[in-house]
């Protein structure tokens, strides 16, 4: 019994072990709610819709798989050549059989590395072609959503899914699923090779594998949790990002640096606390794998050792000094498939969160959607009617309320009215960018519903207050990236709107670089160049709402020349809160709580003396105290 004493301290302190991760495992099962991955999806849906990306490329995955076997061969077989070694060098030998090993271990090495090389980088190749696929239908469905779904995601969750967790897939694809497949291989072969070597010191060895199963579940469960908060830190922290450097200018205006910072902070932190749990998780599951890989090396060398020494016969087999080093890198490659499974496996489950999550935004349907008989249209007139319309944002809170008016083609209306009367909405309800709840719009006398958005589209030309300048270069800018627009034509379209007199006296004209969101130009330049990107796709009819607000004098005066000229394109709508600028509007239409309450052209609307008659009144004579 005093020789097996080892052992059992061994087997002791790998049951004490045992019996404390059971108590934590049992702890934290409560919990199961609160701390796992949270998802809705089954793994067989998200696998499917996955595979969907993954079937143009069989052929290479199948080409990956037969060099994967290959390099599995190499596992298998190489303890086998060095067992073989260690039986010949024992006693005499011929030189030639010693050549004729070591070169059949070389050849089989180094076809593995040419393999395991080409697989490596045929993986790479495929995985980014499937991440670009994956990339290209997500962000093709986010420009797909109507504005309000938009405005319902933070912009930084957006990013994530389209960076971070895109990222994660194309790892399940290059590395986790192959690498599985791959270990899954490697157990098996092994053990089927140690069974054919040894019954005795395989069983000794599948000993272990019972802890490893049972070490493996409970890191599991622990995992899930850090993924998890990893995860979720990376998108609060990207969301605070993307909001607070957009915002930046106002955080320095009212001086809110430090309270940002710290904020800033807490969230790094919170990210830098899951990471931190994250690594503590896995210092604790790699030691603890590796201790029972050490263990089973301790019985072997013990047993095997023993019975060598002894010439113990088990089952008809015998131990012989090239069994035992064929055995002790057997258990090698056996415990080490194992612990990466386990990883891996863990690494799969935060890959399918990131799809679930991905699959979260492909899902949604886009709230505003061609009807099924929708028609494109080649060109309209630019006749617009309200008949009874009736809208809101949020359920029982109606922004316009049975809105009426017509527009005829090439007549310029205007819409004014205290904020929050519904002038910015009838834009927007004009674009479909939203969709009514009761009541008609039409566009040369078809229901706007029944034409393609993006053919209805194509005939509007909207210039808002905050102009967006995208990064590049003017050029870019006016034509938004199209190849079909000649510099004549650009350079017709700047001098239509007056652009020309300061892109002249840029250093590289229609070439000057453009920063982020146009911050190197003035409100003015960023809104003459807004005129010339809506003119050059020349629209039938042109939006401009408040764009005439925020710019000096100077600009305002070009501007104005401009809408003098763009009036003969097509039909104008005009939201504007000077009324100085709408003077010569066809019809406008005064707006209060979502209803009309007046409608004319200037002369009118001032004979009737109502509301309209007020707001100029207080406009005019605040202006001339202005200038008084």
């Known amino acids: ?108 090495l180094i076809v593995s590395m040419v393999c395991t090389y080409f697989q490596s980088m045929i993986l790479q190749k495929t995985g980014q072609k499937i991440l670009s696929a994956l990339r290209q239908d997500i962000f093709v469905h986010i420009e797909s959503l109507s504005h309000e779904q938009l405005n ?109 910072m710290r904020e800033f902070l807490k969230k790094s932190d919170n990210l830098k606390k899951a990471k931190q749990s994250q690594i503590f998780v896995f210092s604790i599951f790699r030691p603890m794998v590796y201790m029972l890989y050490i263990s089973s090396v301790m019985f072997l060398l013990y047993l095997g050792g023993k019975g060598y020494i002894e010439n113990t016969v088990f089952l008809g087999q015998t131990l012989t000094s090239g069994t035992i080093v064929t055995f002790y890198m ?34 949604m349907e886009p709230e505003v959607v061609d009807a099924p008989d929708a028609i494109e249209l080649d060109e309209i007139k630019g006749e617009i009617e309200f008949r009874d319309v009736w809208f809101c944002y949020q359920p029982g ?27 910015t909405t009838i834009l927007s309800l004009i674009c479909r960018n939203y969709d009514i709840q009761k009541g008609q719009i039409l566009i040369d006398g078809i229901d706007i519903r029944r034409i393609k958005i993006s053919s209805l589209r194509r005939h509007f030309g909207q210039m808002l207050q905050d102009v967006f300048l995208f990064s590049g270069d003017i050029r870019s800018n006016i034509v938004l990236r199209e190849d079909s627009f000649t510099d004549a034509e650009i350079w017709q379209a700047v001098r239509y709107v007056n652009a020309d007199s300061f892109i002249n006296r840029l250093e590289k004209g229609l070439d000057e670089p453009v920063r982020e969101r146009g911050n190197n130009f003035s409100a003015g330049q960023r809104q003459l160049l807004s005129f010339a990107r809506t003119i050059i796709h020349k629209p039938e009819v042109m939006i401009l709402d408040e764009a005439t607000a925020n710019i000096d004098t100077e600009t305002e005066i070009l501007i104005q020349d401009s809408l003098e000229k763009m009036k003969n394109i097509g039909t104008m709508l005009i939201v504007a809160h000077r009324l100085s600028t709408i003077q010569h509007a066809d019809n406008i ?40």
């Not at 991760?21 to 999806?41: H, V």
């Not at 004979?607 to 202005?626: E, I, S």
């Open 1 to 108: 019994m005093r020789e097996y004493l080892p052992l059992l301290i061994v087997g002791a302190i790998i049951g004490a072990f045992t019996l404390a991760f059971l108590a934590a495992y049992a702890r934290i099962r409560k919990q199961k709610e609160a701390i796992g991955f949270d998802r809705n999806m089954p793994d067989g849906e998200i696998i499917r819709r996955l595979l969907v990306y993954a079937k143009p490329y069989w052929k290479e995955f199948g080409l990956i798989l037969l060099m994967m076997l290959v390099t599995i061969a190499y596992d298998v077989v190489s303890p086998l050549i060095i067992g073989y070694i260690e039986e010949l060098v024992k006693a005499d030998f011929p030189m030639k059989s010693l050549y004729i090993a070591v070169a059949v271990y070389a050849g089989i």
């Open 152 to 260: 319902n995601i933070p912009v930084g969750k957006l990013v994530t899914r389209v960076c971070n967790d895109t990222n994660a897939i194309s790892q399940m694809f290059t590395n986790i699923l192959v690498t599985m497949a791959k270990n899954v291989f490697v157990v098996v072969g092994v053990l089927a090779a140690m069974l054919a070597l040894n019954f005795e010191l395989t069983l000794m060895v599948l000993c272990f594998v019972p802890f490893v199963v049972l070490f493996t579940v409970i890191f599991r469960k622990f995992s899930r949790k850090v993924h998890r908060r990893v995860k979720d830190g990376t998108t609060d922290i990207n969301t605070y990002l993307s909001e607070n450097l957009s915002g930046i200018k106002i955080t320095q205006i009212f001086n809110r640096e430090d309270q940002k």
């Open 330 to 363: 057997y258990i090698s490659k056996f415990f080490n498939p194992i612990q990466t499974l386990a990883e891996q496996f863990n690494m799969l489950q935060s890959a399918f969160a990131s799809a679930e999550k991905i699959f979260t935004i492909l899902d």
């Open 397 to 423: 809170e109606w922004v316009l309320k049975g809105v009426s008016f017509h527009v005829a083609p090439r007549q310029t209306v205007a819409f004014v009215g205290s904020t929050g009367s519904g002038k």
């Open 589 to 628: 239409i005064l707006l209060s709580h979502g209803q009309i309450v007046e409608q004319g052209n200037h002369q009118q609307l001032l004979h009737q003396k109502g509301r309209y008659y007020q707001l100029y009144t207080l406009q005019y004579h605040k202006q001339q105290l202005m200038n008084g």
